[in-house]
């Protein structure tokens, strides 16, 4: 009789567990720019912890390239702009959960990423670097072996430091940008993998210690929302377009990049810019 119990008890777990999977796996509602109007606020994916892209400032506003980028989006849709601020790894799940409408949020675009959102033109260009004192000697990837080095877990530095580092190579993953520079500065690892403004938080902390050693990729970041979501896909785009054509994306470069705006590709391999 116990046993049978038991055996009841384990079936209404395990049905109890598939009804919650199947309400975690269910889709967020499908959000047009119609509704964003209607409702008056477009709520923003975005870091809160990675200059200049997206950061808090000491006075608590949300601020960098990113910010910009989506308020000028709100503003052209005629609502006001709410921002979420999110780690790395919370911000697909955040965007398919619905607990944001769309990622402006350093959003690299790669294949695996485009299998789980839907990316926008892009909308700025990026690398993906390793970071290491100005002592030590990284020329190639072999150069990195027996090093701890530090990545952002789930970013696309985790990625390209596990697919280039020597097998003898310790990677540390932390969560987010800011706990990352903070192990190398801190003297917990000994590199990092970072984007091409991590340097700048780095000199901040050790002036003149660290410099840029490896270039793994060339990256281009995009807005993201769901998959199938076509119409708020084609504003985005069609914004991207407009601000590339009048401007406002240079002054927005000027201000945060320091660099001129780069040609961008009309399309990169596995990854859609648009709904079919």
Known sequence: MFKSMLTRRNAMLGAAAIVAAIGLAKPAA????????????????????????????SAGKQDGLDADIASLYAKELGVSVEFVPLEVNNRIPALTTGRVDVLFATMAMLPDRAKAVQFSKPYVANAIVLIAPKTMSIKTNEDMANLSIGVAKGAAQDTQVTKNAPQSATIRRFDGDAPSVQALVSGQVQALGGNIFYMDRVEK?????????????????????????KEINASINAFIDKIKANGELKKIYDKWMKVPVPEFPEKLDGIPFAVN
């Not at 720019?33 to 400032?57: S, Y």
């Open 205 to 229: 902390a050790r002036p003149g210690e660290f410099e840029n050693k490896l270039e793994f990729q060339k990256l281009y970041n995009g807005a993201c929302t769901r998959l199938g979501e």
């Open 30 to 57: 499908a959000i047009t720019p119609e509704e964003v109007k209607a409702r008056g606020k477009l709520i923003v994916g975005i870091q809160g912890d990675n200059p200049p892209w997206g950061f808090v400032t």
